[in-house]
């Protein structure tokens, strides 16, 4: 019995821990031009199975990003512009094909956060 429950246990704290960092990007390093260019850019979370989905490249993201995005467009309103510089900048001087793996998925959370911010 109490085997069953510490098996259950486990897998619940695994499972737990596999969502949360598959659910959520990382934050982009200090030196990355968009975190220069828009210093609170929220982080995209990547959909965990539940909810609405918002469809990317490469990944899909919680549709809920939609509404986090609008609201840093209006508190940050500064950063918009900036932001879609180095943005449109970054993808286009961007080759994925290049990118180690560990950064791809940064590159292609970015492209994705723009298409989202572009449809909003």
Not at 36 to 49: D, E, K, W, Y
Not at 66 to 91: G, H, N, R
Not at 104 to 117: F, P, R
Request: glycine share 4%; proline share 4%; net charge positive.
């Amino acid at each position: 019995m109490v085997t069953k429950k510490l098996m259950l246990l486990v897998s619940v704290i695994l499972f737990c821990f596999t969502t949360a960092s598959w659910a959520q990007t990382a934050p982009l390093p200090t030196d990355n031009p968009i975190k220069v260019a828009a210093p609170h850019l929220p982080l995209m979370v990547r959909h965990s199975g539940t909810g609405k989905v918002f469809y990317g490249d490469a990944y899909n993201y919680k549709a809920e990003n939609a509404t986090v995005m609008k609201q840093w467009m209006t508190d940050y309103s500064a950063e918009v512009s900036t932001y879609k510089a180095a943005i449109d900048k970054y993808l286009k001087e961007t080759d994925v094909t290049l990118l180690a793996d560990d950064k791809k998925g940064v590159y292609y959370d970015l492209k994705n956060q723009w298409a989202m911010i572009s449809q909003l």
